[in-house]
């Protein structure tokens, strides 16, 4: 239901002259509360555990936040950072926002509280938006912008909304990175001044940071004890986090849309909605949070967040760009006969007139190479179908190259700035396509329909995008609209992705972007997971895992055991330590087998079979991160329990080998502390059991002692630098 309202100035003061008008947005542990007077700015509060009813009219007076909701740039003595800065139709840059009326609307899930604000001069209208889950303690704002005016305005500045955290010995968890080497963790005291995090690739936007923070309120952060504000912002396009900490005055976060060469011109009676910022609270540290986040990810954010993932087999680190049908039919057949159930066929299967031989051609001529594939896609799905498995298949519909029948009839699809030629890309002809476009994205959503009406029997697409925006400038988009392209492409590939999914609802996707691009919540509602990063070394995984498990769950989390020495790292490491890492996430494998020994394949075989055991419990159970690997003990360990607690599995990796070494004894966490769990290794290599195998510990015991892990490895052969072990523990 749309309110359009003419409240005058002097309507607004009569307005503030009514009893304070509180208004608490609830979820099932926690709570923000929000004073809404008619005529007076949005102010928030408080966000925390719930609170008594009697308590909410004397918060004022026991000091609490009472920051402004949604501030405006122009008018007032506060100077320091705004969500909101507007050139309106007569060149004022001044707007001041007063409450207009809040109102409620009831999901099946969720309860949202619409505030709408009013200009005191101006009919244009900002309503701050709160979406409360019934079912996790998730909290979701954007703010919608609906101009009245009669001449158009400009959006100089339009975050999605902010949070106001205490002022006080506050640390920031966030993360930063690059290609092959995503999702790094850093962590810092919140000081004076303003700090920023954003990204500007325009396409892919978690490569080098990530729009996720974590605040921990009472000092460094601790895993599984203290309170932490988790916060994400949930958008595929270039983004801007900014915490603000004046003098004497509370930290504040803002987060949205980066606004730098993204103005946007808002016409008369438009409505403009920003992406969410979704934000929970915990006090059971880091850990409280993630588990929060990740529930929420698995019931309301992740494409078929209820549905296990298949174990797969992909081959680009196996072949690169040599397919045929008789690798592809080899590589189906090893997978199949270790227990795999989906095959995934990578770049290289594509191209008439370009052949893809390499990455300089053929992007957008999606038509296959009948030279390597003479019975086309759908004799490879029929192969996979004889060996028991499922089919994938690869393809990056976003882009194209200037070598390609795509970019011969097409020059004007592709993202260039007026008057200049194109900056190219990956293999020094890569082009990005205008997704502002519609035509473009008739194009893309062509793309997919085209594989899936001819093998309607594709179980799986790894959808990739491998450049980011290198020259600014639309030649879809109008000269004065020029600053729209960020925001209009992602616009573009939203509606692209809702028409793939009405028609293809079942199909599994995986957002791919050189890597770990994609790792977003603005991403994941099409799409079942994200890979991680192109770099497969184990030891480096564990590090980047150990990050993009701060706010994501393993069942989004592809993560493969790949060949040794590493195609990235060149990093020796032996098969063991590739499965258990490549355990704690999606398990998957990128790798040649018919390049593999004997015993690595049985190995192989029998970690894919106690996978399948513990899928359940990896994919949706609750994580606890037990030692980080950045915290300098040479080790990290974490477990994931079942939500009854009636089993989980314990994983240890060593990270570094020092003669007379001394590594700390890992107390486990989230068990029962009644019951008693019997202790069984995954993927067991020594000679003989550990003394522990087979015995039964109540959760107490596991929770308060833990278990004394051998430093190393009793078995033939085995290079004892890589030590690791992975636990299954059964409830009695």
């Known amino acids: 239901m749309k309110h359009y309202l003419t409240i005058t100035f002097a309507v607004l003061l009569a307005l503030s002259l009514q009893a304070n008008a509180y208004e608490r947005v609830k979820t099932p542990a926690t709570e923000i509360v929000l004073e809404a007077d008619a005529g007076k700015p949005l102010r928030i509060h408080y966000y925390g555990p719930h609170l008594a009813d009697a308590d909410i009219e004397s918060l004022v007076a026991s000091g609490s936040l009472n920051c402004d909701a949604y501030p405006a740039y122009g008018m007032g003595k506060d100077n320091g950072c705004k969500a909101l800065s507007v050139v309106h139709s007569d060149g004022s840059l001044a707007t001041e926002l007063r409450v207009a009326e809040s109102y409620r609307e009831s999901e099946s899930n969720a309860e949202i509280l619409k505030v709408k604000l009013v200009d005191t001069k101006y009919p244009f209208y900002v309503t701050v938006c709160y979406r409360a889950y019934k079912d996790v303690d998730m909290i979701e704002t954007w703010t919608e912008f609906e101009n009245r005016e009669k001449k158009p305005v400009t959006l100089t500045r339009f975050d999605s909304g902010?949070?106001?955290?205490?002022?006080?010995?506050?640390?920031?968890?966030?993360?930063?990175?690059?290609?092959?080497?995503?999702?790094?963790?850093?962590?810092?005291?919140?000081?004076?001044?303003?700090?920023?995090?954003?990204?500007?690739?325009?396409?892919?936007?978690?490569?080098?940071?990530?729009?996720?923070?974590?605040?921990?309120?009472?000092?460094?952060?601790?895993?599984?004890?203290?309170?932490?504000?988790?916060?994400?912002?949930?958008?595929?396009?270039?983004?801007?986090?900014?915490?603000?900490?004046?003098?004497?005055?509370?930290?504040?976060?803002?987060?949205?849309?980066?606004?730098?060469?993204?103005?946007?011109?808002?016409?008369?009676?438009?409505?403009?909605?920003?992406?969410?910022?979704?934000?929970?609270?915990?006090?059971?540290?880091?850990?409280?949070?993630?588990?929060?986040?990740?529930?929420?990810?698995?019931?309301?954010?992740?494409?078929?967040?209820?549905?296990?993932?298949?174990?797969?087999?992909?081959?680009?680190?196996?072949?690169?760009?040599?397919?045929?049908?008789?690798?592809?039919?080899?590589?189906?057949?090893?997978?199949?006969?270790?227990?795999?159930?989906?095959?995934?066929?990578?770049?290289?299967?594509?191209?008439?007139?370009?052949?893809?031989?390499?990455?300089?051609?053929?992007?957008?001529?999606?038509?296959?190479?009948?030279?390597?594939?003479?019975?086309?896609?759908?004799?490879?799905?029929?192969?996979?179908?004889?060996?028991g498995i499922s089919f994938g298949i690869w393809i990056e519909p976003e882009m194209t190259n200037s070598v390609s029948e795509l970019y011969e009839k097409h020059p004007d699809w592709i993202i260039k700035a007026p008057g200049r030629d194109p900056v190219m890309g990956r293999g020094g002809t890569q082009l990005v396509l205008d997704m502002s476009n519609p035509e473009v994205q008739d194009f893309v959503f062509k793309v997919v329909d085209d594989i899936m009406q001819e093998n309607p029997d594709i179980d799986y697409i790894k959808w990739d995008a491998n450049m980011n925006v290198r020259n600014h400038g639309s030649q879809y988009l109008p000269a004065d609209r020029q600053s729209h392209l960020f925001i209009e492409f992602h616009r573009g590939f939203a509606k692209t992705c809702d028409r793939i999914r009405a028609k293809y609802p079942d199909l599994t996707i995986q957002a791919c972007a050189s890597g770990g691009g994609r790792a977003n919540y603005g991403v994941l509602p099409w799409f079942d997971e994200f890979w991680v990063s192109d770099n497969t070394d184990a030891l480096q995984r564990v590090y980047m895992q150990w990050g993009t498990s701060y706010f994501y769950p393993a069942i989004a989390m592809g993560s493969h055991i790949s060949a040794a020495p590493n195609h990235q790292t060149g990093r020796v490491i032996p098969i063991k330590y590739r499965i258990d890492v490549a355990m704690s996430g999606r398990l998957g494998m990128e790798i040649q087998p018919k390049n593999m020994t004997a015993e690595e394949i049985a190995l192989c075989r029998n970690a894919i079979a106690q996978y399948k055991q513990i899928r359940p419990v990896v994919q949706f159970g609750d994580i606890y991160r037990l030692i980080s690997p950045y915290e300098g003990k040479n080790l990290a360990s974490m477990m994931y329990c079942s939500e009854d607690k009636s089993q989980a599995v314990f994983y240890w990796w060593k990270l570094e080998t020092f003669c007379s070494e001394l590594l700390p004894r890992v107390r486990m966490a989230g068990l029962d502390p009644e019951r008693m769990y019997t202790v069984h290794e995954l993927n067991r290599i020594d000679r003989n059991p550990l003394p522990f195998e087979g015995k039964a510990f109540s959760g107490r015991y596991l929770m308060e002692n833990g278990l004394e892990i051998p430093y190393s490895h009793k078995a033939d052969g085995y290079n004892s630098d890589w030590s690791s072990r992975v636990l299954h523990l059964v409830a009695q």
């Open 162 to 387: 902010l949070l106001p955290v205490r002022r006080g010995d506050v640390h920031l968890s966030y993360f930063t990175g690059d290609w092959a080497a995503e999702t790094y963790l850093h962590e810092m005291p919140l000081q004076g001044g303003v700090f920023c995090i954003s990204n500007y690739d325009g396409v892919r936007n978690s490569h080098t940071s990530h729009s996720e923070v974590m605040l921990s309120l009472d000092g460094k952060a601790q895993e599984n004890s203290g309170r932490v504000i988790g916060a994400a912002l949930c958008y595929s396009g270039n983004y801007e986090i900014r915490v603000e900490t004046p003098a004497g005055k509370n930290h504040r976060v803002f987060a949205g849309i980066a606004p730098d060469n993204s103005f946007y011109i808002l016409e008369p009676k438009e409505l403009f909605v920003t992406p969410v910022l979704a934000f929970t609270y915990s006090d059971e540290g880091l850990g409280g949070a993630s588990r929060s986040f990740h529930r929420w990810a698995r019931k309301y954010r992740l494409a078929h967040g209820d549905r296990e993932r298949k174990i797969l087999l992909n081959s680009w680190e196996g072949v690169y760009f040599d397919i045929n049908e008789q690798g592809m039919d080899q590589m189906m057949g090893d997978i199949a006969s270790m227990g795999g159930e989906l095959f995934v066929m990578d770049d290289g299967w594509f191209g008439e007139k370009y052949p893809r031989l390499t990455d300089n051609c053929a992007l957008g001529d999606w038509k296959v190479d009948r030279n390597k594939l003479p019975g086309g896609v759908s004799a490879l799905v029929r192969m996979a179908d004889r060996h």
